[in-house]
T-cell receptor, first 114, second 112 residues
Framework: IAGITQAPTSQILAAGRRMTLRCTQDMRHNAMYWYRQDLGLGLRLIHYSNTAGTTGKGEVPDGYSVSRANTDDFPLTLASAVPSQTSVYFC?????????????FGPGTRLTVL | KQEVTQIPAALSVPEGENLVLNCSFTDSAIYNLQWFRQDPGKGLTSLLLIQSSQREQTSGRLNASLDKSSGRSTLYIAASQPGDSATYLCAVRRGNNNDMRFGAGTRLTVKP
């Protein structure tokens, strides 16, 4: 693996179902992020983690939860999916959470909630 | 609340033209501004990062400028090529935290 991987690539999900999007990085970056990208709105930060064991809320955290048990993995869970969560989800990482860091992005997961 | 706007939403130019993409933001109290490239169905690739104390950054045919007082940044692409076709996004970072706000992007098409 080189960089950030996300799984699944795409998913169609019935409303009310639980779903976990997976994100793994092999760069030993301390900080990781989840964004959603919607047409005309750009990317919006859902949750972030500055280091293993800590997480924080971004701009649009409602309906999502995250955990950071180790450095490499940062799963995003939708406890009960709703159609408004249809979006493309990107995971990203950076060396640290400092403002000067460049963020590196995964290829994305396209999620459709019916 | 920080708002980031990119105009135009789409741009089509012939190969070889020099072009400018625009990004504006409402709150000038930023730490840095970053330009990204996104190819269809792909993630984002960082192109240039300008710290708030800087006026511009250059990488190859790309030059990004920053004018904090007016809330504007431009991405200049020289001698455009078909391979430059992509969506270009700008993002501003407000503080020493994870508050990074993105514009919706400009979709660039460079025709051979």
């Amino acid at each position: 693996i080189a960089g950030i991987t996300q799984a699944p690539t795409s998913q169609i999900l019935a409303a009310g179902r639980r779903m976990t999007l997976r994100c793994t990085q092999d760069m030993r970056h301390n900080a990781m992020y989840w964004y959603r990208q919607d047409l005309g709105l750009g990317l919006r930060l859902i949750h972030y983690s500055n280091t293993a064991g800590t997480t924080g809320k971004g701009e649009v955290p409602d309906g999502y939860s995250v955990s950071r048990a180790n450095t490499d993995d940062f799963p995003l869970t939708l406890a009960s999916a709703v159609p408004s969560q249809t979006s493309v989800y990107f995971c990203a990482s950076s060396v640290s959470g400092r403002f000067s860091d460049t963020q590196y992005f995964g290829p994305g997961t396209r999620l459709t909630v019916l | 609340k920080q708002e980031v706007t990119q105009i135009p939403a789409a741009l089509s130019v012939p190969e070889g033209e020099n072009l400018v993409l625009n990004c504006s933001f409402t709150d000038s109290a930023i730490y840095n501004l970053q330009w990204f490239r996104q190819d269809p169905g792909k993630g984002l690739t960082s192109l240039l990062l300008i710290q708030s104390s800087q006026r511009e950054q250059t990488s190859g045919r790309l030059n990004a400028s920053l004018d904090k007082s007016s809330g504007r940044s431009t991405l200049y692409i020289a001698a455009s090529q078909p391979g430059d076709s992509a969506t270009y996004l700008c993002a501003v970072r407000r503080g020493n935290n994870n508050d990074m706000r993105f514009g919706a992007g400009t979709r660039l098409t460079v025709k051979p």
